[in-house]
């Protein structure tokens, strides 16, 4: 009997330095990889597709262009500051985790009318009528180098109470990206030039109102122990 209490304790103390190892190598590994990809980066790009009267229907884009890191499980939760007093009418293919007070509000009810709304994606298996593309994958992303036609994801904000042109839009502040953790600090919402889309059979070229991307990276030191 206590021989046997004896091989097991000594078979758990194997399997706990066999984690142990293997946790030094996969953390290792995740600091090489960070070494060969300097400039690696999660770009966030929100395309206004169309004005609405109180303001705007936006597709927003996060490209995971990291060559090694992935997204995984659960996901990316993505944040931000209105500049004015703009709501979130409706998603499509994400959505806020929370309402906030939208009390101010008769009839029809804004989604979100958080100052500062946080995103996630939404799961796979979502009705088709509330996906867009490259949505409902649980927020999880692949990397740029490991499988591009999956580093992506999308989802559609209808933006109120915001500017109606690319004179008076304010582009969102202080955005945060938690993929799935901490580690990322995110610049300025920089406005660019339109993105020019190309139908799929390669005819006609469409462009959105305005365009404007954030970059975030990944600062090693904050998960080094
Ligand atoms: C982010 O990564 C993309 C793709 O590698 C690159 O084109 C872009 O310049 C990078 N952005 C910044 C601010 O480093
Ligand atoms: C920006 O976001 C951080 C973290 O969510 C928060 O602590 C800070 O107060 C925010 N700043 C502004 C100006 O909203
Ligand atoms: C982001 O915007 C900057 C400034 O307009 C632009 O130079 C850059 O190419 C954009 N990056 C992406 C990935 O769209
Ligand atoms: C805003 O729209 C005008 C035309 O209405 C255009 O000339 C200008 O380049 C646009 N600015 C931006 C930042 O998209």
């Given at each position: 009997?206590?021989?046997?209490?004896?091989?097991?304790?000594?078979?758990?103390?194997?399997?706990?330095?066999?984690?142990?190892?293997?946790?030094?190598?996969?953390?290792?590994?995740?600091?090489?990889?960070?070494?060969?990809?300097p400039n690696g980066n999660i770009?966030?790009?929100?395309?206004?597709?169309?004005?609405?009267?109180?303001?705007?229907?936006?597709?927003?884009?996060?490209?995971?262009?990291q060559?090694?890191?992935?997204?995984?499980?659960?996901?990316?939760?993505?944040?931000?500051?209105?500049?004015?007093?703009?709501?979130?009418?409706?998603?499509?293919?994400?959505?806020?985790?929370?309402?906030?007070?939208?009390?101010?509000?008769?009839?029809?009810?804004?989604?979100?009318?958080?100052?500062?709304?946080?995103?996630?994606?939404?799961?796979?298996?979502?009705?088709?009528?509330?996906?867009?593309?490259?949505?409902?994958?649980?927020?999880?992303?692949?990397?740029?180098?490991?499988?591009?036609?999956?580093?992506?994801?999308?989802?559609?904000?209808?933006?109120?109470?915001?500017?109606?042109?690319?004179?008076?839009?304010?582009?969102?502040?202080?955005?945060?990206l938690?993929?799935?953790?901490?580690g990322y600090t995110c610049g300025?919402?920089?406005?660019?030039?339109?993105?020019?889309?190309?139908?799929?059979?390669?005819?006609?070229?469409?462009?959105?109102?305005?365009?404007?991307?954030?970059t975030c990276t990944f600062f090693?030191?904050?998960?080094?122990?």
């Amino acid at each position: 009997m206590e021989l046997f209490f004896r091989s097991l304790s000594k078979f758990t103390t194997s399997i706990i330095l066999l984690l142990f190892l293997f946790s030094c190598f996969s953390f290792n590994s995740s600091e090489a990889y960070d070494a060969l990809d300097p400039n690696g980066n999660i770009t966030i790009k929100w395309d206004i597709m169309s004005w609405t009267p109180d303001g705007y229907v936006a597709v927003v884009t996060i490209y995971n262009f990291q060559k090694y890191r992935r997204i995984e499980k659960p996901g990316w939760t993505l944040g931000w500051t209105w500049a004015m007093k703009e709501v979130i009418w409706s998603m499509v293919g994400a959505q806020t985790t929370e309402q906030g007070d939208c009390s101010r509000f008769k009839g029809n009810i804004p989604h979100s009318c958080k100052k500062d709304p946080t995103v996630v994606d939404l799961l796979p298996g979502t009705p088709y009528n509330q996906q867009i593309a490259n949505c409902c994958k649980g927020g999880v992303l692949s990397s740029w180098a490991q499988d591009p036609s999956n580093a992506a994801s999308s989802f559609q904000v209808s933006v109120g109470a915001a500017g109606t042109t690319n004179k008076t839009v304010r582009v969102p502040k202080n955005f945060t990206l938690k993929a799935p953790g901490p580690g990322y600090t995110c610049g300025p919402a920089k406005v660019g030039k339109p993105t020019k889309f190309v139908t799929q059979d390669g005819r006609r070229v469409t462009q959105a109102m305005m365009t404007w991307n954030v970059t975030c990276t990944f600062f090693k030191e904050k998960i080094q122990v």
